[in-house]
Nanobody, 125 residues
Framework: QVQLVESGGGLVQAGGSLRLSCAASGSIFSINAMGWYRQAPGKQRELVAAITSGRSTNYADSVKGRFTISRDNAKNTVYLQMNSLKPEDTAVYYC???????????????????WGQGTQVTVSS
């Protein structure tokens, strides 16, 4: 089991910045990748950015050049630095952790997704 606690959301004007944090606890040794997703009212949850244990990163096209994901393994924390925020960035942001563990059957693996409680980001125009 992995527990995720997010912080750092809030209200900001367009063009401003926010930094989200997500602290992981529990079976952190099993975490393969962490990321941030967001869900705006009436829309599906979408990937914003992700980072693997090897620090490879992936970003949604809509945030490339504005958002940066990073992780501090010593603190078991992943960050999302959001700059040049736009009203369309308004959403609930969720931290995600993907874990990989050995399956019961030899040679197999089990993957799981864990989610934080979400933090609201509101960008005013």
């Amino acid at each position: 089991q992995v527990q995720l606690v997010e912080s750092g959301g809030g209200l900001v004007q367009a063009g401003g910045s926010l930094r989200l944090s997500c602290a992981a606890s529990g079976s952190i040794f099993s975490i393969n990748a962490m990321g941030w997703y967001r869900q705006a009212p009436g829309k599906q949850r979408e990937l914003v950015a992700a980072i693997t244990s090897g620090r490879s990163t992936n970003y949604a096209d809509s945030v490339k050049g504005r958002f940066t994901i990073s992780r501090d393994n010593a603190k078991n924390t992943v960050y999302l630095q959001m700059n040049s925020l736009k009203p369309e960035d308004t959403a609930v942001y969720y931290c995600n952790a993907k874990t990989v563990t050995e399956g019961v059957v030899a040679g197999t693996v089990v993957t799981d997704d864990y989610w934080g409680q979400g933090t609201q980001v509101t960008v005013s125009s």
